[in-house]
Structures are given as C-alpha cells and as structure tokens.
C-alpha cells in the first residue's frame, strides 16, 4: 500500500471512528438531556399540586376540628378535579407529538408513608409507601424523585425500549411541619419518543457528515496526490532518458520538491555529459591528429614536391574533418541542453523538403542519383525551422553517401492521424545486422560503400535528438532494396 493510500486509509478511518464516537456520546447524553428537563417540570407541578393541599389543609382546619373529616374532603375534591380532567378535551401539537389527554398519576402519604389518597382508582390506598425513594426522602424533607421500569411492559414513544414512570414527590406541610407527601407520577412515553426521534436526526446528521467529509477529504487527497502522480511520471520518464520538461507543480512543497529533482537531474545530466564527450571526443580526435602529426613529421624532410604537396593535403584535409566534427558536436550539445522548443514556425514540409534537395543538387549529379519526391497534399507542420531542416538534410546526406552511381532516392510525405509522416528511402547496401542496435549511437559510424570513410556518427543521432524534441519519433531500417528513414512530426510540435 502507497504512503498516500495510506494517509487517506488513516483519514477515513479517523473521520468515521471521531464521528461514529461522538453520535455515541451524544445518543447516551440525549436521554439524560431530555430527562433533565421533563423532571424539572415535574417537580414544579409536584410543588405546586403539594401547595394547593397545603393550603387546602391549612385553609378548613380552623373550623374543622375533625382531622379524619378534613382529610377526607380535601382528597375528595382533589379527586374530582382529577376525574374532570381525565374527562377534559385538548389537542396540542407538541413539534411532531400531538397530545389529547393527560396520563399523570398522582398518590399521596401521610407522615408515616401510608398511601392516604391514590388517584388510579384508590388501589394503592392503606399500602405502605415509605421506602419508596421519593416518599422516603420527602419525609424526611430531601427531595425525593425515583425512575422505575415497569417489565414487560415496551414504550409507546420507542418499542425498543422498556416502560419507564418517573416519580417526583413534594411535601405537604401544616403549620411548617411535614404531615405527608404528594407525588406525580408520569410515563416517560413521549421523552423515548423524542429521544428515538433525536437519535434518528441526530444519525442521518452524523452519516451526512461523514460523507461530506470524506468527499472533502477525497478531494484533498486528489489534490495532493495527482502532482505527487504527476512528479512520479516525470521522475520515471527521467529514469527512462526521454526530454521531458518539469511539469508545473505549484508553489508549494510538491514543486519545490520538483524543482530539487529537475535541479539535481541537470546537475547529473551535466556531469556525464563532460564525462561523456571527453571520452568520445578524445577517441575521435586521436585519428586526424596522428594523421597530421605524421604528415607533419614528413615535411619537415627533404621530400619531392609531389610528396610535399600529398601530405601538406592531407594536414588540410584531417584538419577539415576535425572542424567539421567540432561544428556538429557543438549543434549536438546545444540541442541536447534544450528541453522544449522556444521558438516556433509555420512551415510548408514541400517547401522545406524542396529547399534541402536543390542544396544537395551538385552532389545528386556528380553520383548521377535520381531524387524523387512524393506528396499527396501540401502539408504545413508547427516546429523550429532551422532544427527540422538540419534533421531532414542530416538524413538526405545519409542517403545520398550510402546510395550507389545511378541510383535512386525515394523522399515521401504523407499525413497519417495527427502526424506528417516523411520517409526517405534509398537503393544502398542497407544496414548491416551488427549494426542495427547502434545506428543511432553518438559517433557510430559505418564506412561509405563508394570510398571507405566514414563520417562523424553525429548526423543520425542529431536527427533523432531533434525528432524527439518535436515529440516525434525517428527509425531507420532495412526495406526492400535499401534503406528507409522514417520521421515523423505532429502538426502541432512544441
């Protein structure tokens, strides 16, 4: 797995875990939240139901000596008032809740914590309440609440869950002392509803999220990774000795890292370059210069004139050959530095060819060389002018020392996709087999059919250099009869 797989794994795995523990924290904390604030009610109707008794009590017991009598009509009328309001009709649309009745309970102690007054039907009346959690704290003046399950028994607001009542018990007072208590009693029905309503929201919010930050961090991860691609392909094609330019990174770490590369890419390039070309300029240059040393040596003597005059040639014609090979090398190695093409022309190909076959005119008729040319259309190609007319004169020049007396030269153009194929094609001795792997080796050279010498090795590989720069392509390979070069450019070359 890449490093950047890696990271976006990590990424998706600490958004789903960070969210997937915080809807936990906040589906446990819910309930509470939502208990919190039904037992607040509660415990202001507790008080205030405790409050109406109390006052009730305290109101009837200067003209009631009967403590038995008061009690009774007290209660009595409490459960009257709760009968009509078990009869009352309402509707109220609570959010998505709408509530029609009211499904409260209350019972009420006495000191010891015997139930004296039960609103469901009196049947806890005359139990003994006091060690209920909320009669038992009340009494003893503590506030006294309790939640209890009732099993087998599922909610109403949530079938997954089990019946809850909750209980909130205030005291009931008679001249500042507790004679009892009153509790509420209320199923927390509607709470699980909300709760389960809450959960819900708050899941589809969470899967939301989630998926809004893996999109994010998707496109982070594109973001990042597509230069880190882009810089990999670069570093690659480097490795595999194409001429390709820093692609653009940004500014940013990526493209700084870029830059590192390309900088340190050049820096190698360079110095096998030198290393490179003083070992292949020394080996080419030994030859001509013990000719002219040789030559040299002999005219220091006291030769004939004729000799004098051969080898005097001979100085000329070595030293000829070394600044031709010094021109060449010094076009290769310039156009080996570039990187791109700077400067483009819209050219004619028929034009260009036309203008490097009149320049070899005087060499065609000396070899009495027969140069045909063949072009469906008048094609026009985007591309350094001086660079291609090198290229294609390099690979005429090949094919005219290579062609016999009386032969014929073949030169084509053709458009083939979005490339201008041109093929040059001659009736020579072809390519030997040993020398097929380094036609387009730097100063690989093979002798020429008619005298036996050989060139500089640097036209082929010039013509290939510039080929590739264009974003075209160069071959050279037997057919038929001869030798056939074959260039191609696209229509566009940058």
């Avoid at 009968?83 to 009352?88: K, P």
């Avoid at 090949?398 to 153009?413: L, R």
Wanted: net charge neutral.
């Amino acid at each position: 797995m890449s490093i950047r797989a890696r990271i976006f794994f990590v990424f998706v795995t600490a958004v789903i875990a960070g969210f997937a523990l915080l809807a936990h924290w906040i589906s446990r904390d819910v309930s509470d939240r939502y208990s919190e604030s039904f037992e607040e009610v509660m415990v202001d109707s507790a008080n205030l139901l405790a409050e109406i008794i109390t006052t009730d009590l305290n109101s009837t017991a200067a003209s009631n000596s009967n403590t038995a009598n008061l009690n009774n009509s007290t209660y009595k009328k409490l459960g009257e008032s709760l009968q009509r309001l078990q009869l009352r009709k309402f509707s109220a649309h609570i959010y998505e809740l709408e509530k029609t009745q009211v499904d409260i309970r209350i019972y009420v102690t006495d000191a010891k914590g015997i139930v004296i007054f039960d609103s469901d039907q009196g049947n806890a009346v005359g139990e003994d309440y006091s060690e209920w959690r909320d009669v038992h704290l009340t009494l003893k003046g503590q506030y006294g609440a309790r939640a209890t399950k009732v099993n087998g028994i599922a909610s109403t607001g949530d079938p997954s869950r089990t019946l809850t009542i909750a209980y909130v018990a205030a005291p009931v007072y008679q001249h500042g002392k507790i004679i009892g208590s009153v509790t509420l009693a209320k199923p927390k029905n509607n709470i699980d509803r909300f709760v389960a309503n809450a959960k819900t929201n708050l899941t589809k919010a969470v899967l939301i999220s989630v998926v809004i930050a893996l999109l994010l961090g998707l496109m982070l991860y594109t973001w990042v990774s597509q230069p880190l691609q882009t810089l990999v392909n670069y570093a690659n094609a480097v490795g595999r000795g194409e001429r390709v330019p820093l692609p653009q990174l940004g500014n940013n770490e990526i493209g700084r890292v870029g830059d590192a590369i390309e900088h340190m890419r050049q820096s190698l390039e360079d110095k096998q370059y030198v290393e490179h070309y003083v070992q292949s300029l020394t080996h080419e240059i030994k030859s001509p210069l013990t000719a002219i040393h040789s030559a040299a040596e002999l005219l220091a003597r006291d030769l004939p004139a004729e000799k004098r005059e051969q080898f005097a040639n001979t100085i000329l014609k070595e030293t000829d050959r070394l600044s031709d090979f010094a021109s060449q090398l010094l076009q290769l190695a310039a156009l080996e530095k570039r990187q791109q093409i700077e400067k483009t022309n819209h050219i004619s190909v028929k034009e260009l060819v036309n203008d490097v076959v009149e320049s070899h005119t005087l060499e065609c008729n000396a070899n009495q060389l027969d140069v045909t040319f063949n072009l469906a259309n008048d094609l026009k190609i985007s591309c350094d002018k001086f660079l291609i007319r090198q290229a294609i004169d390099n690979l005429l020049r090949n094919a005219i020392e290579f062609s016999p007396k009386n032969g014929k030269i073949i030169i084509t153009v053709e458009q083939h996709s979005q490339f201008v194929s041109l093929k040059i094609h001659d009736n020579g001795p072809g390519i030997p087999e040993f020398a097929k792997e380094r036609i387009f080796e730097r100063f690989y050279s093979l002798p020429r059919p008619e005298t036996g010498l050989k060139s500089s090795g640097l036209g082929l590989n010039f013509a290939l250099e510039v080929a590739q720069l264009h974003g075209g392509s160069l071959t050279l390979k037997n057919c038929h009869s001869g030798t056939c070069a074959h260039l191609q450019l696209p229509f566009n070359s940058h």
